[in-house]
């Protein structure tokens, strides 16, 4: 394995995977830190500073940042989740020192320029209202917010547009200094890439980096329930959901395989079913999401107001069989997909960087392919049929928007798989 990881005095982690076969550099920083973070005042603070990092440095306006990346062919960008928010780049290999000068110039030294700022938050009240136009992804928040009621990780991650008015230069500055500080961050590269050259590089341009020890976040709540958004719309949008996982658990995996084999693919039991057998749906799929302390398992699926009473409980049957009934077939099928998933990010230095650079906050190490693989190969039919089980034992969470008069209630859902 290629993978080499150096740890600076300030705690700041360099890791690279030298790719030699390959002429271009794929470059990033990852803060272990996201929504998840923010206190009530701050809800949608990581993505609007996501947003502002490119808006101007001392040394760099917002169009030269812009015009430097792009002018030796190469491109910049940035995403937040829940958990983590990453800054990357993809350029040639010797133009590397360049993407990490801007990298450190924006995540160092932005000014939060008053007139950029007012700009970038009607930029971001556009994207809410994108989210609110889009019930695909509408529903998926609304989703987050009941089954984690109250609570950081079930907060839509664009915020709120009253939350996003009301953020100053001021706020967005403090939360900078207080959560991107060296040791929840990792500074990752692969590709066409020199392990000490990049750890040099990094040292002399990150330096200024705070120091002080990270903030516990509080544990989630998994709670379950309903929320339903009536809207005059073509399709209902369903997702049903049950807790799952947290990626450390040793379970994972197994959890991972019964999603996929459930609703992962054209071969899914889902999918066959509701969609090609009864033609109930056009879009259904399972989903199995891993947090820190928590998880979420479930599926989604968008239908004609008359298919929903035939589709809730027809998807609901695949699941309560598929715990119980899953066969060796379908569990290897799962398992070839995931490794074929994994194996993938070996051929693009982007995919491979964002592995290893999120492993690394994840689980303080980078895991190995052969080691990923031996836990996948280990699960059995009675692991994942175990797994499974016990997640549709739990309490029901439902999202709907759209005609939803006749989507199923949560104690229905109960019901339906206690029955």
């Known amino acids: 394995m290629s993978v080499e990881i150096t740890t600076l005095p300030s705690g700041l982690r360099i890791v690279t995977d030298a790719m030699p076969h390959l002429a271009t550099a794929s470059l990033g920083t990852w803060v272990g830190v996201g929504s998840r973070n923010e206190r009530p005042e701050e809800h949608g603070l990581s993505h609007l500073l996501e947003h502002m990092a490119f808006k101007g440095t001392r040394r760099r306006s917002a169009r030269e940042i812009a015009e430097t990346i792009e002018t030796v062919g190469g491109d910049l960008n940035a995403a937040t989740s829940t958990e983590q928010t990453a800054y990357y780049a993809h350029v040639l290999a010797q133009d590397a020192p360049l993407a990490l000068d801007i990298l450190a110039d924006i995540l160092t030294d932005s000014l939060f320029d008053r007139t950029e700022l007012e700009r970038e938050k009607d930029v971001i009240l556009q994207e809410i209202g994108a989210v609110e136009d889009t019930p695909d992804d509408l529903v998926f928040d609304l989703f987050n917010a009941c089954a984690f009621p109250d609570q950081p990780l079930g907060r839509p991650i664009l915020g709120t547009p009253a939350h996003v008015r009301s953020f100053g230069p001021d706020m967005i500055g403090h939360y900078l200094s207080t959560h991107y500080r060296s040791g929840a961050m990792v500074v990752g590269a692969a590709g066409a890439v020199d ?44 997702v049903v959901g049950f807790e799952g996982l947290d990626y450390r658990q040793d379970a994972f995996y197994a959890m991972q395989i019964f999603a996929n084999a459930t609703g992962g ?15 109930l749906a056009y879009s259904i799929s399972a989903f199995h999401w891993g947090y820190a302390d928590t998880g979420l398992f479930g599926f989604y699926a968008a239908t004609g107001a008359r298919d929903v009473t035939e589709l809730m409980p027809v998807a609901l049957d695949c699941l309560l069989e598929a715990a119980s009934g899953l066969t060796e077939i379908e569990i290897r099928r799962a398992k070839a997909q995931m490794k074929v ?23 303080d190490r980078v895991l190995t392919h052969e080691e990923i693989v031996e836990k996948i190969d280990a699960i059995t039919l009675d692991d994942v049929r175990a797994v499974g089980q016990a997640a549709l034992r739990s309490t029901p969470t439902l999202a709907a928007v759209g005609p939803i008069t006749k989507v199923m209630t949560p104690d229905l859902i109960a019901a339906r798989l206690k029955a």
């Open 341 to 363: 998933s994994l194996l993938a990010a070996l051929e693009s230095p982007s995919a491979r960087v964002e592995q290893i650079a999120r492993q690394l906050i994840a689980f």
């Open 265 to 279: 693919g054209m071969s899914s039991r889902l999918f066959q079913e509701v969609r090609e057998k009864r033609g």
């Open 195 to 238: 392990h000490q050259r990049i750890v040099d590089e990094t040292a002399r341009r990150f330096e200024t980096l705070p120091v002080h020890p990270a903030e516990n976040v509080a544990p989630a709540r998994y709670q379950g329930g309903e929320i339903r958004l009536k809207r005059k719309l073509e399709q209902a949008h369903i």
